[in-house]
């Protein structure tokens, strides 16, 4: 069972979440699993705006709990980035929070109440069934549907709790998304599966962290970065048991300061949309600023060349990082093409990163494969898509996008644009326009309006010589 002890749970949990200032109990997220199986039963998929709020929380769990599939959308998502999310995912309602824009499907809210509900059947179905379909960008085209079962699901969250000590007496804390596989299935379904209270801070500032009182806190580096940056937050959380860090590399002066501030060295975990969370640092095990850890239980890694061969496991080798693991997505929705091309011929994931592995197992992440995706805030974005939607400008005659060095943000996206000739565009006015097509956490922080984009014989462009 997915969600073990919400449903297991003796009593019931007063407090078992909290959105800001908004709590719920254990009985009105099971009742919400009653409400949302009368209201939606039998439907295939449903795609929930996914704010953070309570509304979030009740739909995707009582659709989990009812055992329709969740399709999580982005809570800033823009015009055409949802009309592909609905298009592409076949969902046949929104539930929850309702869209300013429904393309073309009916909404269906939450119902609050209902409390005592404290028994509940898990529907018949398997394990095998598919509990997520998370949309995560490519280096090209629209973002792809990760489709993630519920077996893949439990196997990862039972390996994290196994590796952090993760136990119903904790309180984790965090203000992530509840759209992505860090905010909504390590924070919010890890914690109904472990049963601890769990508490979303609706923004991850440094000061709502100093004040939740937690035991776990998760984090991107820009929150770790942000935190270390207010002395008097980050001592608050010296009472805390666990800092963890992931989603993207955690700079070694961060990590530092975090010792420094509040007296933890940072768990640091690795993983991604397709494979789930994979590596970490363990609690009883040693915590290398710089490296995230071993392969967590059931997961096995290897390093490979670019011709698949494997390369030695020294600390030092750069390869290929690939992974096998129970906790792997099922494929890409609608993609075959896509999904075998991201499995070798023995059934090893492709994860895209570069990595080295030392004598011990410990892992570093070097860096991505392609400089077309890219990691902002923790966010992943493909360089094709923003490409894509700028083209779509009648002022963008040309143009190419990259990730440049970002203190705050690890990457901050940076669009090259040449001006089509009968009148270019303004650099907000773009930057807004990608906000309004994608979401707002794809927009380019910066334009740069160029006379021509450095390409090679071929005519392709050499995003390289944009690099520096
Ligand atoms: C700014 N805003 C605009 C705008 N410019 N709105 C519309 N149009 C424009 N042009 C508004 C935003 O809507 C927002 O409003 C406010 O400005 C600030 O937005 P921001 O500047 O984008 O926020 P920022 O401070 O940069 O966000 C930093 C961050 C965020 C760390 C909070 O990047 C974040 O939440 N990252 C987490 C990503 C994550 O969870 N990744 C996990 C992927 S899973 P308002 O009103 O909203 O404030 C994964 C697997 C694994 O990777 O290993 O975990
Ligand atoms: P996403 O699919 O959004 O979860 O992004 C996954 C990618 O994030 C991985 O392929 C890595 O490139 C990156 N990533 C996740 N965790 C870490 C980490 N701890 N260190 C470095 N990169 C990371």
């Not at 397709?274 to 969370?277: G, R, V, Y």
């Not at 779509?392 to 005659?397: Q, S």
């Given at each position: 069972m997915l969600l073990s002890s919400l449903v297991s749970a003796a009593d019931d949990i007063a407090d078992a979440v909290r959105v800001q200032d908004t709590v719920l109990s254990r009985g009105e997220l099971i009742a919400s699993a009653a409400s949302v199986s009368s209201d939606l039963?039998?439907?295939r998929r449903v795609a929930v705006l996914a704010s953070p709020s309570v509304s979030t929380v009740l739909a995707v769990t009582g659709c989990l709990l009812a055992g329709i599939p969740v399709v999580p959308v982005p809570a800033d998502v823009g015009a055409a980035e949802r009309e592909h999310i609905v298009t592409d995912s076949g969902a046949q309602a929104w539930l929850g929070e309702r869209p300013d824009d429904l393309a073309g499907l009916p909404h269906v809210p939450v119902r609050r109440g209902g409390e005592g509900s404290s028994s509940f059947t898990e529907p018949a179905g398997s394990q095998d069934d598919t509990a997520l379909i998370i949309y995560t960008s490519g280096t090209t085209g629209p973002p792809k549907g990760v489709l993630l079962s519920r077996r893949a699901l439990a196997a990862d969250l039972d390996a994290l709790a196994e590796a952090w000590q993760w136990a119903a007496d904790d309180v984790l804390v965090h203000g992530l998304p509840l759209y992505h596989v860090h905010g909504l299935v390590l924070g919010l379904l890890g914690s109904l599966r472990v049963g601890n209270r769990f508490v979303h801070t609706g923004k991850p500032t440094p000061a709502a962290y100093a004040a939740a009182g937690g035991s776990m806190y998760f984090g991107v580096p820009t929150v770790w970065s942000r935190v270390v940056a207010d002395t008097a937050a980050a001592e608050a959380l010296r009472p805390a048991r666990l800092l963890v860090s992931g989603s993207a590399a955690l700079p070694v002066p961060v990590f530092d300061r975090i010792v420094g501030l509040t007296g933890h060295a940072p768990i640091e975990r690795y993983g991604s949309t397709?494979?789930?969370?994979t590596v970490s640092t363990r609690v009883d095990g040693e915590r290398r600023p710089g490296w995230v850890g071993l392969p967590l239980r059931g997961v096995r890694t290897r390093l490979v060349d670019e011709d698949g061969e494997s390369v030695q496991h020294d600390g030092a080798t750069i390869g290929r990082l690939m992974v096998q693991s129970?906790?792997?997505?099922?494929?890409?929705?609608?993609r075959p093409d896509a999904t075998a091309d991201a499995f070798d011929a023995d059934g090893?994931?492709?994860?895209g990163d570069v990595a080295v592995i030392d004598a011990d197992g410990m892992h570093r992440i070097v860096g991505?494969?392609?400089?077309d995706l890219i990691k902002t805030g923790g966010f992943r974005v493909g360089a094709g898509e923003i490409e894509t939607a700028l083209l779509?400008?009648?002022?963008?005659?040309e143009v190419a996008v990259v990730g440049l060095p970002d203190e705050d943000l690890g990457q901050r996206i940076v669009a090259f644009v040449v001006a089509s000739p009968d009148g270019g565009a303004r650099p907000e006015e773009l930057i807004d326009y990608v906000a309004q097509q994608l979401s707002v956490h794809k927009r380019p922080r910066e334009v740069r309006i160029v006379d021509a984009l450095p390409r090679n014989a071929m005519g392709k462009v050499l995003k390289k010589a944009l690099l520096t």
């Open positions: 039963g039998g439907a397709e494979s789930l969370i129970p906790t792997l997505f099922d494929g890409y929705l609608g090893w994931y492709r994860t991505r494969e392609s400089v779509g400008h009648p002022g963008v005659a």
